[in-house]
């Protein structure tokens, strides 16, 4: 184990052409951190948290390198849900869809990280699981539009709406990143 994993095997290893190097996680900007502090909403559906899917989709955003910096189960409020879906309200599946999420307890997350919200709405896949290609969390887990196991926000606007309409601001935790200090990413 320690020949293959040597230090003469890590340069070969991290230079590989199946293994982005910090540069390509990350945005350019002007001054300050060369990327964007960017957070999204992930909220693991009750058929996920009935699946016992909960620990792989934690693990799919950790081994991406984002950030968790909030999380907590909950039986979703009504009052949330008409929030958080008030753009499906006139559509015919709207009544299905509440009964759907308040069928059992949700696990809500706040990731944080460079472009986290497309980079999290690649990862979950197509909303019709059907076209949700594999390897993505949809497209591994489900097999229904209706009983989809994730969501994740769609824009970053969206993104701030609904971590504020799902979290208070004192759940959110501000821990230091090591990882990020010690050079996985750039400072
Ligand atoms: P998204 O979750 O991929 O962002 P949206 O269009 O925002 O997709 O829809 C929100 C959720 O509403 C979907 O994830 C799914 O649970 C449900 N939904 C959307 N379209 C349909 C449908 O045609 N039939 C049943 N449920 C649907
Ligand atoms: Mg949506």
Redesign the pocket.
């Known amino acids: 184990m320690g020949g293959l994993l040597g230090r003469a095997a890590l340069p070969g290893l991290l230079s590989g052409p199946r293994v982005p190097g910090p540069r390509l996680l990350v945005r350019p900007s002007s001054g300050g951190s060369s990327w964007t502090r960017e957070r999204t909403l992930v909220a693991v559906k009750p058929d996920g948290v009935q699946r016992r899917l909960v620990g792989d989709v934690i693990q799919r955003f950790e081994r991406r390198g984002f950030k968790l910096v909030g999380m907590k189960m909950l039986q979703a409020p009504e009052r949330v849900l008409a929030e958080h879906?008030h753009d499906?309200q006139r559509?015919p599946?709207y009544p299905?869809?509440i009964s759907?999420m308040t069928s059992g307890p949700v696990v809500a997350m706040v990731w944080e990280g460079p472009n986290v919200v497309g980079s999290s709405r690649a990862m979950i896949g197509h909303?019709d699981s059907a076209e949700a290609a594999p390897g993505t969390i949809r497209g591994d887990f489900s097999i229904h539009?209706?009983r989809?196991i994730i969501?994740a926000s769609?824009s970053v606007e969206g993104a701030q709406r609904e971590i504020q309409l799902w979290f208070q601001s004192s759940e959110l935790v501000d821990w230091a990143d090591e990882v990020h200090q010690s050079g996985i990413y750039p400072p």
Do not use: P
Request: hydrophobic letters at 40%; proline letters at 0%.
């Open positions: 879906y499906l559509k599946f299905a869809l759907y909303t539009i209706s989809n969501h769609d």
